[in-house]
């Protein structure tokens, strides 16, 4: 089920609490809990409803402008019926919580055990490693670069590293990944000596739902995190070659969800 940025913070801050939706048969069942950009997003409550019965309080709910603009919404696949799918925020994601902790000698092992199986379970051979080292040492590197150092295709690659990122050793930027403290501390471990690696760049970092242009076009101009971001207007934006009107809108909500805006507004 997708949710747009802009309602995925209401929906953290309270203030959005239903969605609708055209579907042949419901896509999402009550209890259901997805991963967002915010954190998890649980449902529930589904319905099916008619339009002409929706009110101006569903729309107010569903983070529509108008009652109108929600019909408007709805006019599409009319053959489809019209679901109303009752959503709460209910977390943040554990994963973001996984990633700040760093294992311990028993924690180490039994992540390298599962590590072993993932390895054994793969029809391409060992896997794990490798990709833990090729995110260290080329962080913020895009996906296909990365595959393409281990002649793999993207979309596999892809895959797995999110097999790495379900365990809390990975974490993905809006270009490329870069490792996790904990996944930090699960390469250490089986070094002679521990890496030796740039600082953490303090702040937030950029959105990923701005774009690989957008993103590129920002970290040329030193902008890496929504901090740097915050000293710019939204013209001086709109300057850069790839930021588009889709990355300032977008990294004008990440900024409200901080309670910060772009220089000048």
């Known amino acids: 089920m997708m949710i747009r940025p802009a309602e995925l913070a209401a929906i953290r801050a309270g203030t959005v609490d239903l969605a609708f939706r055209r ?3 419901p896509r999402v069942v009550v209890g ?15 319905e099916q409803v008619g339009v002409a019965s929706l009110r101006a309080e569903d729309a107010r709910r569903a983070g529509a402008p108008s009652l109108a603009a929600l019909r408007e919404a709805l006019a599409a696949r009319p053959d489809d019926p019209a679901w109303r799918i009752g959503l709460a925020y209910a977390g943040p994601d554990p994963r973001e919580l996984l990633r700040e902790s760093i294992p311990d000698a028993d924690e180490i092992a039994a992540i390298n055990a599962r590590l072993d199986r993932l390895d054994a379970a793969s029809a391409h051979g060992a896997w794990t490693r490798e990709t833990l080292d090729l995110i260290d040492l080329h962080g913020g590197v895009r996906a296909p ?7 793999r295709e993207t979309p ?16 993905s930027l809006a270009i490329g990944y870069l490792l996790s403290p904990r996944g930090r501390a699960v390469v250490d471990a089986g070094l002679p000596e521990p890496r030796v690696r740039r600082p953490r760049e303090e702040g937030t970092p950029l959105p990923r739902g701005i774009g690989a242009p957008a993103t590129r076009a920002l970290r040329e101009a030193g902008l890496t995190t929504l901090e740097q971001v915050a000293t710019r ?9 790839g930021v588009g009107p889709i990355a300032i809108t977008r990294l004008r909500e990440a900024l409200a969800e901080q309670g910060a805006g772009l220089a000048g507004e």
Do not use: I
Request: glycine share 6%; hydrophobic share 50%; no cysteine.
């Open 23 to 25: 579907w042949a048969r």
């Open 32 to 46: 259901t809990r997805m991963r967002t950009a915010v954190g998890l997003v649980e449902v529930t409550s589904v």
């Open 145 to 151: 670069d990365l595959a393409a150092r281990v002649g």
């Open 156 to 171: 596999d690659f892809k895959k797995d590293v999110r097999k790495l990122k379900e365990l809390g050793l990975t974490e």
């Open 233 to 241: 207007s939204a013209a001086e934006l709109a300057a850069m070659h």
